[in-house]
């Protein structure tokens, strides 16, 4: 992974879960890492641990900021090679129960903001013919689950705007991949435990068996470190004929 040393990175969402972990790995590879998200406390904290790092609150709701943010950092570190989209939310109700305005907030999120940064980033990776984009979508991207309209709709979009992103930036040296993975042990997971139980009529204690991990092959929750790892992979040179592409790493779940 030598070939990262001295790439400038933005990580969404990088706060806490797999973000942090994102940013993390990359950091270890030598990557300047420039760390998101509204959580300013565990952010900076985030920022402090890794060496040449740095943290920018951004409401991925707000355009604005979210264009700010690519802005600064070329300001600040003189270019961006490298965009993690990882920031999101999760809400668990059935769609006649669902609030139009928790439906918006994920769109906005997961969807419309990775479109605002990667439109933001590129023109500066065009300049040096390189770049690495990478979506962290879901399972979710790929098939289906009941009471989460507006997560997996985010998710199947953001399938979408990898492929066609990845055709459109070929040519300047840049590839877009979207990075599958089944539940993984993070924050996010671990709140929806009380609304899927709720929803589903049992237990908490119970939701991880009967809910979360029963689809996989391997029953078990992936870690932060695992996908974080595939995204450095996909950012190396070493995969730099991968783009396009939906890396699944989920357990066995699509292998049905």
Not at 206 to 211: G, S, T
Request: proline share 4%.
């Amino acid at each position: 992974m030598s070939s990262l040393h001295g790439k400038v990175a933005i990580v969404t969402g990088a706060a806490s879960g797999i973000g942090l972990a994102v940013a993390r790995d990359l950091a270890a590879q030598g990557v300047r890492v420039t760390i998101s998200d509204v959580d300013v406390e565990h952010g900076r904290a985030a920022a402090a641990e890794l060496s040449d790092a740095r943290f920018q609150a951004a409401d991925m709701t707000k355009p604005d900021e979210v264009r700010t943010l690519v802005s600064s950092t070329i300001e600040v570190e003189g270019q961006v090679d490298i965009l993690i989209n990882n920031a999101g939310i999760q809400y668990v109700a059935p769609i006649v129960e669902f609030p139009e305005e928790k439906w918006r907030q994920i769109i906005e999120i997961m969807l419309t903001a990775p479109f605002l940064l990667t439109q933001a980033v590129l023109p500066d990776m065009y300049k040096r013919n390189w770049g690495r984009i990478i979506n962290i979508a879901s399972v979710h991207a790929l098939l289906a689950s009941p009471f989460k309209s507006a997560y997996v709709t985010a998710k199947h979009g953001i399938l979408g705007l990898t492929r066609t992103t990845a055709l459109e930036v070929a040519e300047h040296g840049v590839t877009c991949n979207a990075i599958c993975p089944s539940y993984v042990r993070t924050p996010l997971v671990e709140k929806q435990i009380a609304s899927q139980a709720k929803i589903h009529g049992i237990p908490e204690s119970e939701v991880v068996e009967k809910i979360m991990v029963t689809e996989g092959a391997i029953k078990r929750l992936l870690e932060p470190v695992e996908v974080a790892q595939l995204a450095t992979y996909l950012c190396s040179d070493a995969a730099s004929g991968i783009t396009g592409s939906a890396q699944t790493i989920d357990c066995g779940w699509t292998a049905h």
